[in-house]
């Protein structure tokens, strides 16, 4: 079984930074992609970044051009970098593969407030 276990969230104002790692269980070649999704309140998880074996990314157009997926294969860790964070950016933040999906880590809180 494949774990996930995420880090790095916490509390930072609007238009700051901060960087989120996912360690997985094993290589991240094992996996065709890797994503991140967040989940606020209320709302379904909704992915935010993707990460292809040969390093193609893919972002939805709410966080184009602020956040960053990067991997580090000798760590099997993979990293979402975010800037100029939004107060709609507040969430649980989890990676995961998309196909076949594994199990849920527990996921790193973010929380942007003034």
């Known amino acids: 079984q494949v774990q996930f276990v995420e880090s790095g969230g916490g509390l930072v104002h609007p238009g700051g930074s901060m960087t989120l790692s996912c360690a997985a269980s094993?290589?991240?070649?094992?996996?065709?992609?890797i994503a991140w999704y967040r989940q606020a309140p209320g709302k379904q998880r909704e992915w935010v970044a993707t990460i292809s074996r040969d390093q193609h990314t893919n972002y939805p157009h709410s966080v184009k051009d602020r956040f960053a997926i990067s991997t580090d294969n000798a760590k099997n860790t993979v990293y979402l970098q975010m800037n100029n964070l939004k107060l709609e950016d507040t969430a649980v933040y989890y990676c995961n593969s998309p196909a076949p999906v594994y199990q849920w880590g527990q996921g790193t809180q973010v929380t942007v407030s003034s």
């Open positions: 094993r290589t991240l070649f094992s996996f065709s992609i």
